[in-house]
């Protein structure tokens, strides 16, 4: 049972990336939260994206709004990170995860996500 991210690597400021996140051992359907964190060194993880098909609640980072955006296949039991525009404040170790519905849609506590990827990295440098 896990989530696998994979599509990181080194891209130059302005590219675009694609990062996604496979399910194995479960199914996706059924975590209706799905989310995008990231960890640059020295800093502690912060949430980057976040979708809720249980409430229709989403999230998306000041700092990523209008280049990053987060869908799901749930066909394909894989979680995507499309990302656009790239800056080098963006290289950092990207984790996806998923949870089971929630009142609090993107909004749970970081306990309360269920099943972490195992994280991919992002560099983006010229």
């Known amino acids: 049972v896990q989530l696998q991210a994979s599509g990181g690597g080194l891209v130059q400021p302005g590219g675009s990336l694609r990062l996604s996140c496979a399910a194995s051992?479960?199914?996706?359907?059924?975590?209706?939260?799905i989310g995008w964190f990231r960890q640059a060194p020295g800093k502690e993880r912060e949430g980057v994206s976040c979708?809720?098909?249980?409430?229709?609640?989403?999230y998306d980072a000041d700092s990523v709004k209008g280049r990053f955006t987060i869908s799901r296949d749930n066909a394909k039991n894989t979680v995507y990170l499309h990302m656009n525009n790239l800056k080098p404040e963006d290289t950092a170790v990207y984790y996806c995860?998923?949870?089971?519905?929630?009142?609090?849609?993107?909004?749970?506590?970081?306990?309360?996500?269920?099943?972490w990827g195992q994280g991919t990295q992002v560099t983006v440098s010229s």
């Open positions: 995860a998923a949870a089971p519905p929630s009142a609090y849609g993107c909004y749970i506590p970081r306990n309360g996500w269920t099943y």
């Open positions: 051992g479960f199914t996706l359907d059924d975590y209706t939260i």
């Open positions: 979708l809720s098909s249980s409430d229709g609640s989403s």
